[in-house]
């Protein structure tokens, strides 16, 4: 729930906050692609299995990409 100005008492978070927790997780993830990108270009690209240990060492659910059908 979005914290509300003029509502003392209800429990939320204050918009600000949903807004940085957005922009830092799509920032995070651009980081992320942008190394992985010179990654492999640096030394070939990963294979499932490889990406599947990093996200386990690293403590992150490994999401396979999903081919999306073409837009109508």
Do not use: K
């Amino acid at each position: 729930m979005v914290h509300r100005r003029g509502r003392p008492g209800e429990l939320g978070l204050a918009f600000s906050a949903v807004v940085s927790d957005a922009l830092t997780g799509w920032l995070r993830s651009r980081l992320v692609n942008v190394w992985l990108a010179d990654h492999q270009a640096r030394h070939g690209a990963f294979d499932e299995q490889e990406l599947r240990e990093l996200a386990a060492a690293a403590g992150v659910p490994y999401l396979a990409p999903q081919h999306a059908e073409p837009a109508a």
